[in-house]
């Protein structure tokens, strides 16, 4: 076992092997971007079913989204394949799905109660609205009338499956005993992110000795607006009185421009002391480039050139001391690039100039699942399709739809057997994201789709106040603006060689900029023509 175990994890650097070796007891492993988070956390388990003697079927696996949870079950079906079935990988809101199944009968829900899709929650709000209020209305208050219909037809929304399993358990010690048995070794992903009552559930689910691993990055949390609250990460140790604490430092992601302007750019406002990021990985010399645009449809204008003469090849000139950014820009295809924005309202300018430049592109929306092209009919078709599994099922009724497949194709597969489950997964899949990252295009992407993404060329445009940080009303206070640092701190991560940032004249630049040394300023790309002092010419 010693042997197979130290293989497991060879594959580790000495942090990230220290972090994946901690025998037991609350551990909080601080990482910050590319530190490989996953790497680390999927290797742990690995090793601990392969070599430590845990039975695979006592860890659970907590991820923010499903594509994180099956980028988990994929890494680990290859570190582990027989116990990756074992393990219980899940959102937080599949969990609470899991818990509801076993034990909903306490709230008059069958085993194969239904989740319904905020159209189905308008549908039961209006069959109870009263009083002049608004259907919306009671469905956000979660109004105990509106609650009771729902239950009437065997149904929960998306709040209930947080919600409903945390009463059961703030109830019920024999339930909370029950499940601390079942899953002895617990992990969650992105544990800077969690809400109050992701936060409450997980503490019942793991005793302050027990095992439980939390990762993160405090320096990427981003999600206040939703609830999020990162000083559950803060005060891990507080909570679990005893926790280790390992820290990832080295990034094998970007190069070491882009790692020194993001941690200039965080330092005012870390929440990490003492904070450390070391490139790993030689990407070669190019800086930062900053680029001013009279417009939105001039800065639109600059990214698609930019990518069209990045592309072009290596005698692309970009900067005036002579140095040829064509270093590492070889061998580049489309979906090697990727555009963020704060808000999706600017991705339109960018749509317009790229689809002028012939340069194909996707834009990264979370709509649902359901409301794709195609699967209303495929889902609705089904029922009359022949076919063992899901999966066959919906390949008959597909036909030629080959987009509408590809998209379900992983639910379907997922589902096995037991259709419940897809149509339940269909109503849940209110996050259903329609980004390929296969697809060999250009990814137009929300600062906050961009988490946990990688790609070798970043532009990150609007770099203005105003809207980084985005102003809106009752958003001036520090914390607010603190958490739109964070978010470019995010963008600027995720860029491995190249990292672009713009602004245009429409507002004063972004005060985040203001903490970068060391970049270049690029001219207008008005061709040949070279402006004076710092300012360069693209071409
Ligand atoms: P983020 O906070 O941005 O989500 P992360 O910590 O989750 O970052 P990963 O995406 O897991 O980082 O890893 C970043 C990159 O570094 C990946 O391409 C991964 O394969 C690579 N990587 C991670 N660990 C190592 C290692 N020990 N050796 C080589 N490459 C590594
Ligand atoms: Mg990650």
């Not at 999927?42 to 594509?67: K, M, Y």
């Not at 999600?223 to 430092?249: H, I, K, M, S």
């Not at 941690?263 to 790993?280: C, D, F, H, T």
């Not at 789709?449 to 009303?473: M, N, T, Y």
Request: glycine share 8%; aromatic share 8%.
């Amino acid at each position: 076992a010693e042997s197979a175990g130290s293989s497991l994890l060879d594959g580790l650097d000495p942090e990230q092997r220290a972090a994946a070796e901690v025998a037991g007891g609350p551990l909080l492993i601080i990482a910050g971007p590319g530190t490989g988070k996953t790497r680390t956390l999927t290797h742990r388990i690995a090793d601990l079913v392969t070599s430590r003697g845990v039975p695979a079927s006592e860890c659970l696996a907590i991820t923010f989204t499903r594509r994180a949870a099956e980028e988990m079950a994929e890494r680990l079906a290859l570190l582990a394949p027989d116990a990756v079935d074992e393990v219980t990988i899940a959102t937080f809101h599949s969990l609470g799905v899991l818990i509801l199944r076993e034990h909903g009968a306490r709230f008059g829900l069958s085993a194969s109660f239904g989740v319904a899709d905020p159209e189905r929650q308008l549908e039961v709000a209006l069959s109870v609205v009263a009083d002049g209020k608004e259907a919306r209305e009671l469905v956000d208050a979660g109004d105990a009338r509106y609650k009771k219909a729902l239950r009437a037809q065997d149904l929960v929304d998306f709040d209930d499956l947080i919600s409903l399993p945390l009463s059961l358990l703030e109830e019920s010690p024999p339930l909370v005993s029950g499940y601390r048995a079942r899953w002895r070794w617990v992990s969650v992903d992105e544990y800077q992110d969690v809400d109050e009552q992701q936060y409450r559930l997980l503490r019942l689910l793991a005793p302050p000795d027990g095992n439980l691993t939390a990762i993160g990055d405090p320096d990427q949390a981003i999600y206040r607006f939703r609830g999020a609250d990162v000083g559950f990460f803060l005060r891990f140790r507080e909570d679990f009185p005893g926790a280790r604490t390992v820290q990832l430092t080295r990034n094998y992601r970007s190069s070491t421009a882009v790692v020194t302007g993001a941690m200039q750019v965080i330092a005012p406002s870390s929440l990490v002391p003492g904070r450390e990021l070391r490139p790993m990985v030689d990407h070669g010399a190019a800086p930062i480039g900053v680029h001013h645009a009279s417009s939105e449809a001039a800065e639109a204008g600059f990214v698609a050139r930019t990518i069209e003469q990045v592309l072009g090849g290596a005698s692309f000139h970009a900067f005036d001391s002579g140095r040829v950014v064509g270093d590492g820009t070889q061998g580049l295809g489309f979906s090697d690039f990727a555009v963020l924005y704060r808000t999706d309202r600017q991705s339109r300018a960018l749509v317009e100039a790229l689809t002028q430049s012939g340069l194909p592109f996707q834009k990264r929306s979370h709509d649902r699942l359901a409301d794709r092209p195609g699967v209303a009919r495929i889902a609705h078709d089904l029922a009359f399709a022949g076919g063992s599994t899901v999966l066959e099922r919906v390949r008959a009724v597909a036909g030629d739809d080959h987009t509408a497949y590809e998209l379900l194709k992983p639910l379907a597969a997922e589902c096995g057997a037991d259709f419940e489950r897809f149509h339940t997964a269909l109503a849940l899949g209110v996050e259903v994201d329609t980004w390929d990252p296969r697809a060999d295009r250009i990814s137009l992407l929300t600062l906050h789709a961009s988490k946990g993404l990688e790609f070798p060329v970043v532009f990150i445009v609007g770099c203005e106040d105003g809207l980084l940080p985005l102003r809106w009303p009752g958003s001036d206070d520090v914390e607010a603006v603190d958490e739109e640092r964070r978010l470019f701190f995010v963008g600027m991560t995720r860029a491995q060689r190249h990292l672009f940032l713009s602004h245009t004249s429409g507002r004063p630049k972004s005060p985040f900029l203001a903490a970068l040394k060391a970049y270049e300023q690029l001219g207008d790309a008005q061709p040949k023509r070279k402006r004076k002092g710092t300012q360069l010419s693209l071409l």
